[in-house]
Nanobody
């Protein structure tokens, strides 16, 4: 399984950005997808996840500002980010897996990772 994240870039505070993740290769029939992010010197943290059914999960920092979605026919996931803040600056990684509920927000819940795309929010 290969994951390719794209769409990162530089945006001003309060701006919007959409990033995407395309999945290729052999995938299980029912898998979850997620976004994590990692700022310099920080641990990788959960942003949002979406089940194959479309059920979504968000970190508190993302609720109300970010929207995760997926197109199962295209094996592609999206993250629409609005009202961006400098604290959102990080490398954003996409991941796929079949985590149980208690692992949906944990990196160990996912077995496949993309290379990351950098999002920079200027103040």
């Amino acid at each position: 399984v290969q994951l390719q994240a794209s769409g990162g870039g530089l945006v001003q505070t309060g701006g919007s950005l959409s990033i995407s993740c395309a999945v290729s290769g052999r995938t299980p029939g029912n898998y979850a997808m997620a976004w994590f992010r990692q700022a310099p010197g920080e641990e990788r943290e959960f942003v949002a996840a979406i089940r194959y059914s479309g059920h979504t999960y968000y970190a508190d920092s993302a609720k109300g500002r970010f929207t995760i979605s997926r197109d199962n026919a295209k094996n592609t996931m999206y993250l629409q980010m609005n009202s961006l803040k400098p604290d959102d600056t990080a490398v954003y990684y996409c991941a796929t897996g079949s985590p149980i509920l208690s692992m949906i927000r944990v990196p160990r819940g996912y077995g496949n990772w993309g290379q990351g795309t950098l999002v920079t929010v200027s103040s």
